[in-house]
Each structure stands twice: as C-alpha cells, then as structure tokens.
C-alpha cells in the first residue's frame, strides 16, 4: 500500500487533531501504520490490529477501501 505525501499529512492532521469521529480517527491510524509496514516488512496486519486494538478484519476492510 501507498500513501501520496499529501495522503499521509491529510491522516496525519487528523490523528493529530482529534476532534474526528472515532471511525476517522481509527482509519487513520490503521492507514498510517500499513504504510509504515512497507518500511518494516516483519509487520502484519494481525500486528497492526493488535497494536490499535481492532480487528484483522478492520485492517482489511481499511485497507481494500483506501486502495
């Protein structure tokens, strides 16, 4: 998965903010975290919804609706 330098600050600033609806807010976060998994190839999406407390399912869910 990619994220445009624009994208990436776009979820920055909301995660930053947070004044976002929770939804937003966790989207965000996920697509944060699979884009910094390109980086780290060892990181899954079972490690990513662990770290956030989501389900694999909302990764996933995440991620399909980005791309």
């Not at 998965?1 to 776009?10: C, I, N, P, S, Y």
């Not at 600033?13 to 807010?25: C, D, F």
Request: net charge negative; aromatic share 4%; no cysteine.
């Amino acid at each position: 998965m990619t994220l445009t330098a624009e994208d990436r600050r776009e979820w920055e600033g909301l995660v930053s903010m947070g004044k976002s609806e929770t939804r937003k807010l966790a989207h965000a976060r996920i697509l944060l975290q699979a884009y910094e998994a390109e980086s780290e190839p060892g990181r899954t999406d079972e490690g990513i919804a662990q770290a956030l407390d989501v389900h694999v399912r909302t990764v996933e869910r995440v991620r399909t609706a980005f791309v």
